[in-house]
């Protein structure tokens, strides 16, 4: 089993920059796709950023452009640089993985959640 631990939520005003890590354990990070997620309050939990273990990106139409994810699988991290934030970015950040990017969309599939980092965007 593989467990995350999530951090460098805060408070930042629009237009600023944050950027998150997800510390995960165990020994086969690098074999899994890793997710960036995000849930509002009111909201379901989206993924928005995800990395496979080839390193391949994909982006919710949200964040396109604004977000990066990378990960570094000699130290079983994986980040997400958040530049130009809005208030509707506003929300509990969590990472997870699953053994395929296909898998990250299906919560069966994923690991335990961790207790996410808040990012709240406000002037």
């Known amino acids: 089993q593989v467990q995350f631990v999530e951090s460098g939520g805060g408070l930042v005003q629009p237009g600023g920059s944050l950027r998150l890590s997800c510390a995960a354990s165990?020994?086969?990070?690098?074999?899994?796709?890793m997710g960036w997620y995000r849930q509002a309050p009111g909201n379901e939990r989206e993924l928005v950023a995800s990395?496979?273990?080839?390193?391949?990106?994909k982006y919710a139409d949200s964040v396109k452009g604004r977000f990066s994810i990378s990960r570094d699988n000699a130290e079983n991290t994986v980040s997400l640089q958040m530049n130009s934030l809005k208030p509707e970015d506003t929300a509990v950040y969590y990472c997870?993985?699953?053994?395929?990017?296909?898998?990250?969309?299906?919560?069966?599939?994923?690991?335990?959640w961790g207790q996410g980092t808040l990012v709240t965007v406000s002037s």
């Open positions: 997870n993985g699953a053994l395929s990017e296909e898998l990250l969309q299906h919560d069966r599939y994923l690991e335990v």
């Open positions: 165990g020994n086969i990070f690098e074999f899994y796709a």
């Open positions: 990395i496979t273990s080839g390193g391949t990106t």
